[in-house]
């Protein structure tokens, strides 16, 4: 069965998104929690940077993680 998209209503570094998706509330509260806090965390290393670039950074930092667990699974896998 296919899960049914939900609206949701995210404060992303004190501005408001409505993120359109499968999930539950408690995942999109999870996930913008993450979110908020190391974007929090990249500020604190570099005040000057802005939100654009604070984003790309966390961006980079989800997707490097993205890559290195898909590479674990498949040397699990491969194993």
């Given amino acids: 069965m296919v ?15 409505t993120i359109v998706g ?8 999870a ?3 993450i979110l908020n806090e190391q974007l ?3 500020n604190r ?7 654009e670039e604070a984003a790309v950074l ?3 930092n989800a997707l490097s993680d993205q890559v290195n667990q898909q590479a674990q699974k498949q040397q699990s896998e491969a194993e």
């Fill in 22 to 29: 499968p999930g539950s509330l408690a995942h999109f509260e």
């Fill in 3 to 17: 899960e049914q998209k939900r609206r949701f209503k995210a404060e992303i570094a004190g501005k408001t998104y």
């Fill in 40 to 42: 929090v965390q990249i």
């Fill in 31 to 33: 996930v913008t929690a």
């Fill in 58 to 60: 966390l961006a980079f």
């Fill in 45 to 51: 290393l570099d005040p000057k940077l802005s939100r």
